[in-house]
């Protein structure tokens, strides 16, 4: 097992990339697409991965209406329970199992909104997801989001590459 910081680990075909408003995050996955996209969809599975290192998103919370324009809603709690982080929007596309888009709605605590695609390809062995999520706003520093992201995603690795 390595002991390489999470965010730091080159696995082949993977890549993380940010630009002036564009993070752009590309994972290989032991699981088929209806996996992932029932991963994303189905709050059961969203509440075992959604949120980085150190934050839950507590099922009970957690409501999907997995169709186009209907809201979702999966709010991350800290573990110590100091502070929550709202993360809201409605889907614009719903592809199974081929991907899907959100919009996610601007928080207080997240003062901008986005738009989140993700996109789910066969490739040997397994699928590979890409996850584009722009920022409306002219320029956006991704650092604490690469981190986020990636914890979470190591969080989706361990509950669909079973």
């Known amino acids: 097992m390595s002991h390489e910081p999470i965010e730091n680990r080159q696995i082949p075909g993977e890549s993380t990339d940010a630009g002036a408003n564009t993070l752009t995050m590309v994972r290989i996955f032991k699981a088929s697409r209806e996996q992932l996209f029932a991963a994303w969809t189905d ?10 290192a150190g934050l839950h998103s507590p099922r009970e919370r957690i409501s ?21 982080f709202p993360a ?4 614009t596309r719903l ?3 081929n991907g899907l ?11 901008f909104a986005s738009s989140i695609t ?16 722009h920022i409306e706003a ?3 520093d991704f650092g604490d989001s690469k981190v986020g992201w990636g914890t979470s995603l190591e969080k989706l690795r361990a509950l669909v590459n079973v």
């Open 88 to 91: 809201t929007g409605r889907f």
């Open 138 to 140: 002219e320029s956006f």
């Open 95 to 97: 592809d199974p199992p």
């Open 43 to 52: 709050p059961d599975q969203l509440a075992r991965w959604w949120g980085p």
């Open 64 to 84: 999907i209406d997995a169709r186009v324009g209907g809201v979702w809603s999966a709010p991350m709690v800290m573990d110590d329970g100091s502070a929550e």
């Open 101 to 111: 888009e959100m919009h996610e709605e601007a928080s207080e605590a997240f003062p």
């Open 118 to 133: 993700v996109t789910l390809v066969d490739v040997d062995g397994g699928t590979q997801m890409t996850i584009v999520q």
